[in-house]
């Protein structure tokens, strides 16, 4: 990082030898440390003190918060999370990547345009396109008429507020992280190893299994990533698709704050949360992805 | 139809990429173990037509007909062909001994037979010590090794090499063509190389093919093709060719008189289909050349006064830029074998000399 010469000094001035000090660095760090890991820090030390009676914080050291957390009541909770995030993170990927495929082998100019397609949701609130998927999902909501004009069904489906409404917002939602990373995996894709490949007798599953997916796993490590970390710790689609009966553990730690006022509780959970979050994602790259980042 | 003899039968085939013609009703037969190159400029449909043998694409029209069988809608995998490709296109994430076996592996050969079968075909490009290397680890020439040996150790019907020495420098290139050649004639399989490099093509192959905007100009030897050009295109892409315009003035037998505007009469070989009063092109190739300081003819037919514009010394032979008393240009190669003092500089007068059996008439 030090070879990377940031400050500027007099135009005409030669090089230095000495890496000069990164001076650039210093407002984003600063905003990081001052926004983020000051923050942070907070809530680590508020995760070991106690709730005041009234919804105060009382500074006694403890632990209680932490082990209370392995009530079934929590862990089935943080259990639902990471299934869901899970099942998310599979679904986005089986969707996403013929798409992805797609849009790499499309002619140069219709990449540009079919991009734009992915991210156009991004135009609109996440807030406003979660109430409209609930008018989508609702009982008299459109996918429930379509589905009785067409004859399909013949009473309308219970949709919203089950975890089937909270898996549809959340594919929907994080399905372009999935597809960026890997349209630009799938791009620098040689298309004539895929020719090679063929030629050399594999059938076209073959040549998806032992060339393309291999050399695509980067973007598929990104993209799992991408998704599964925001899925673990979504809020707003849990909230409004699943209701009250389909909490997740962002719902869990908001319940703590505003709903129960305890603070410590909910810190003590962020904080489990994101080991979690941690784990997962360590875990996930040692396996599949260690040797192909290199 | 019996496809003894014949390895590969083109027929009538067209190929159309949008609204331009890649491959307008081409015909080829190549025959079996034969090292057949498709020789043409960037354009000529010279890859498409490579591309239509493997099965990435598919003819608009005619027949594609490789070992008897014909290759309507039979895709790449199930063809009894093997591609070189130009940039080798070797799979990054397998060693060279992974990508050699993977050809048998998709066939479902049993390893058993697999790892003595690599290493037959690692060795037989001199490659068996670095079978376990990634490809990125090798130079251009090991890799270029690799995918032939990654095709070959398949035993294709058919090799198809598509600029096989294009991205390699010209040292490389010229020790390749020789083990190319050797290694054809070893395995024996049909090899049919597309190149934009005449002399390339006309070392390595048995007999080649001419194609022009998707055309097939000329198909022959080497020798064929070089000493008797179907046409000026032939002529000017198959080497440095000097020619004149004229129109045919009478012919006797196999001889003709051509007269040049600026020149006076020159004599040539007559060709059938030629007659008198034909516009025609004579061409003549730079080392068939004489030049002297004598103006008497030597039994040479052709002589004419030039003016040396250029001598380049090259070792071997000098080249020289002649000008014509038409004010053309034309280029001349002549041995160095008689020492300097035969050799001519810039802005001396020489006499240009030619035998007529040495020009080639060509209708224009």
Same mark, same amino acid.
């Given at each position: ?21 990164? +001076? ?25 003190a106690s709730r005041g009676t009234y919804g ?66 991004? +135009? ?73 490949? +063929? ?24 993209g799992c990533v991408l998704v599964f970390i ?31 006022r305890d603070w410590p509780f909910g810190s ?27 | ?14 190929? $159309? ?115 376990? $290397? ?55 399989? *049909? ?11 006309? *070392? ?161």
């Open positions: 990082m030090t070879d990377i010469r940031l400050g500027g000094g007099p135009a005409d001035a030669p090089p230095k030898p000495t890496p000069s000090f990164p +001076w650039l660095v210093i407002p984003p760090a600063g905003v990081l440390i001052v926004l983020f890991g000051v923050p942070l820090l907070l809530v680590l030390a508020v995760s070991f105060g914080i009382e500074w006694a050291l403890t632990v209680t918060n932490y082990t209370s957390i392995a009530d079934p009541l929590y862990l089935r909770i943080f259990w639902r999370s990471l299934w869901l995030a899970a099942v998310t993170t599979a679904i986005c990927l089986v969707m996403g990547f013929p798409l992805a495929y797609v849009i790499a082998r499309a002619p140069r100019r219709w990449q540009g345009v079919l991009l734009f397609l992915v991210i156009i949701p991004f +135009w609109t609130n996440f807030l406003v396109r979660t109430y409209a998927w609930m008018f989508i999902l609702r009982t008299e909501g459109l996918l429930n008429q379509a589905l009785l004009a067409l004859g399909l069904i013949h009473e309308p489906l219970n949709l919203l507020f089950t975890d089937w409404a909270v898996l549809i917002g959340l594919v929907y939602g994080y399905l372009p992280f999935m597809v960026l990373p890997l349209y630009a995996a799938l791009e620098r894709l040689d298309r004539s190893l895929v020719e090679a490949a +063929w030629d050399l007798y594999a059938k076209p599953a073959q040549v998806f299994t032992r060339v393309v997916l291999p050399l695509s796993k980067p973007g598929v490590i990104a925001p899925s673990l710790g979504a809020y707003v689609t849990p909230d409004l698709l699943g209701g009250a009966r389909t909490m997740m553990g962002g719902n869990l730690i908001q319940h703590q704050y505003l709903g129960v003590s959970l962020s904080f489990v949360l994101m080991a979690g979050v941690l784990a997962a994602v360590l875990y996930y790259l040692r396996a599949g992805g260690a040797r192909s980042l290199t | 139809m019996d496809g003894n003899g014949n390895s590969v039968e083109l027929r009538e085939v067209t190929k $159309r990429h949008g609204a331009t013609v890649a491959v307008d009703r081409l015909s080829l037969t190549i025959r079996k173990g034969e090292f057949f190159s498709i020789l043409g400029p960037s354009g000529s449909g010279k890859t498409s037509t490579l591309r239509l043998l493997a099965g990435f694409e598919q003819p608009d029209s005619g027949e594609i007909i490789i070992e008897g069988r014909h290759m309507e809608g039979v895709p790449p995998n199930r063809r009894p062909v093997n591609l070189v490709f130009q940039n080798y296109a070797l799979f990054p994430h397998m060693t060279v001994a992974g990508n050699v076996a993977f050809g048998l592996e998709m066939k479902g050969l049993p390893q058993a037979e697999i790892g003595p079968r690599v290493t037959e075909a690692l060795e037989m490009v001199r490659l068996a010590a670095k079978q376990d $290397r990634l490809p990125a680890q090798l130079s251009g020439g090991e890799q270029q090794r690799v995918a032939l040996a990654r095709a070959l150790v398949n035993r294709p019907a058919v090799l198809l090499l598509d600029e096989p020495l294009g991205a390699l420098d010209k040292q490389l290139r010229l020790e390749m063509e020789v083990e190319l050649k050797a290694l054809q004639e070893r395995v024996g399989i *049909t090899f049919v190389c597309v190149t934009h490099d005449q002399e390339e093509a006309l *070392t390595m192959s048995d007999r080649l093919a001419v194609l022009h905007q998707g055309r097939l100009l000329q198909v022959g030897t080497p020798e064929d093709i070089y000493q008797v050009p179907a046409s000026a295109f032939v002529a000017n892409f198959i080497g440095v060719s000097n020619s004149l315009c004229g129109r045919v003035e009478g012919i006797v037998g196999q001889h003709a008189t051509v007269v040049v505007d600026g020149i006076g009469v020159i004599h040539a070989p007559a060709v059938p289909g030629v007659a008198a009063g034909a516009p025609v092109l004579v061409t003549i190739r730079p080392e068939r050349l004489h030049l002297s300081r004598d103006q008497a003819p030597d039994g040479y037919q052709n002589h004419f006064a030039v003016r040396v514009a250029k001598a380049i010394y090259a070792g071997n032979e000098t080249q020289y830029l002649l000008t014509l008393p038409n004010n053309q240009t034309w280029k001349a190669r002549i041995p160095n074998a008689d020492g300097a003092a035969k050799r001519f500089h810039a802005g001396e007068s020489a006499y240009l000399k030619w035998r007529t059996a040495e020009a080639v008439l060509l209708p224009e």
